[in-house]
């Protein structure tokens, strides 16, 4: 909760790639010492200080991810993003079958990140905030860095691209700042630049204070419902490591195809039909279950609620895999890490609250938190339609690019229109 918000807003005035190494290898140190505490209390500390450079990881490394590349690959880059989080659901129940001792699986873990210690001079800092906060000599050398790797020439002034005549090369990185980083644009807007930026700001705008709940609300469910889900897993029937791995494998073919769906359908409908999905088989899981707790004679259709859990579970997947990349092009660059770090914040809260929602039914009916979780999905499918889809547009860098539009119609939009607004108005 803490470390979306902190690293969020300071990788909004310092820049992203600082706190990615930061949270990234301080988080190592933490590991390996919460393997050896001594005592509970150390052990909460740490722990708690590990949470907060985890969640500040993974809310700066995304933000960092989405804004090194160009906006038309942004869904196979979210889509990738996602398969390794797949992989790492399957490592960690690996992991635990074979080792079993808590100490051992912390120091697995904890150490396996070493490997990115190269990351010191492979992970370039954000183009498109050196540009908008005026680092221009920086991103030059990022973009001659890319530019060398891609074997493209760049043009004496790189950076002021559109001021060229017309028929000038618009392939490799060039397209990259002709599409995404408008120099002029920013200096024309300078005054809704605002390096002092606060989370008071997600709600400046009626259109981001709108957008903002709705994405808390559904980052909250998602969340609780994934986290629930996966914990429930454990006392369906089957072997609760198997189950645990198994979630991860179905989740893989989710993150595979995103990439597919978001360029072909978008961000809005994709995840209205996983909300509703997930909700549906969420409902049908609880149901079922209590059926066959009713009926000892249909024990042999036990694996039906699990199957439904699971696939519940993998519509919550196919949800993160959108969350990330819709809710980084709702936020202009100068609170998307604000903003993003907001609603991992609810994603937190949707985690804590995840675990008291599976006790209810230690004092009701074992089946009603899974009924709950699917009823949340539902009205999370709803609210979703009054987000704005945001494919075939460009990244909004700052409120102005927000300001002088209207969102009465969130249709996409394509073409010349699409490179100059966010969302169209009837």
Not at 194 to 204: E, K, P, T
Not at 210 to 239: E, K, M
Not at 271 to 287: N, R
Request: glycine fraction near 8%; hydrophobic fraction near 45%.
């Amino acid at each position: 909760m803490i470390g979306g918000l902190l690293f969020g807003t300071l990788s909004d005035m310092f820049g992203r790639k600082p706190f990615v190494l930061l949270t990234l290898y301080a988080q190592i140190g933490i590991g390996v010492w919460i393997a050896f505490a001594s005592n509970y209390i150390l052990f909460v500390l740490l722990r708690f200080g590990q949470g907060i450079l985890m969640q500040g990881l993974q809310t700066t490394s995304i933000v960092l991810i989405m804004e090194l590349f160009q906006h038309k690959y942004s869904a196979i880059v979210g889509s990738v993003f996602e398969v390794f989080w797949g992989i790492g659901v399957m490592w960690l129940a690996l992991i635990a079958y074979l080792l079993k001792n808590w100490q051992h699986i912390q120091l697995t873990v904890a150490l396996s990140s070493i490997v990115t210690v190269f990351y010191i001079w492979l992970i370039p800092e954000s183009m498109r905030w050196l540009v908008l906060h005026r680092k221009h000599g920086k991103a030059e050398k990022v973009l001659a860095k890319a530019a060398r790797f891609n074997k493209v020439v760049l043009p004496s002034d790189p950076l002021k691209l559109r001021t060229l005549p017309n028929g000038t090369d618009k392939t490799g990185c060039n397209e990259f700042l002709l599409e995404d980083v408008d120099e002029r644009s920013t200096e024309r807007k300078t005054s809704h630049l605002c390096s002092g930026c606060n989370l008071l700001d997600m709600f400046r705008l009626n259109e981001l204070r709108r957008c903002s709940l709705i994405q808390f609300y559904i980052w909250f469910v998602v969340t609780a419902s994934y986290y629930g889900l996966s914990l429930r897993l454990s006392s369906f029937a089957g072997d609760r490591y198997l189950n645990f791995f198994y979630g991860g494998l179905c989740e893989l073919p989710a993150y595979c195809v995103a990439w597919i769906i978001l360029t072909r359908f978008g961000r809005r409908g994709p995840l209205i039909f996983y909300l509703v999905v997930g909700g549906i088989t969420g409902v049908t899981a609880g149901v079922t279950s209590r059926v066959f707790e009713m009926a000892p004679s249909l024990a042999y259709l036990a694996w039906i609620p699990t199957t439904m859990a699971v696939l519940s579970r993998v519509s919550m997947a196919g949800c993160f895999s959108i969350l990330w990349l819709y809710s980084s092009e709702l936020y202009p660059t100068v609170i998307r890490n604000m903003g993003i770090g907001a609603c991992t914040f609810w994603m937190r809260v949707g985690a804590m609250v995840s675990p008291q929602i599976l006790l209810l039914g230690d004092v009701t009916y074992p089946f009603l938190p899974v009924i709950l979780f699917g009823i949340l999905c539902l009205v999370a499918g709803g609210l979703t339609l009054l987000l704005p889809e945001t494919i075939n547009t460009k990244l909004p860098e700052t409120f102005g690019d927000i300001k002088q539009t209207t969102r009465k119609n969130t249709r996409p939009i394509s073409g010349d229109d699409g490179a100059k607004k966010i969302y169209t108005s009837r």
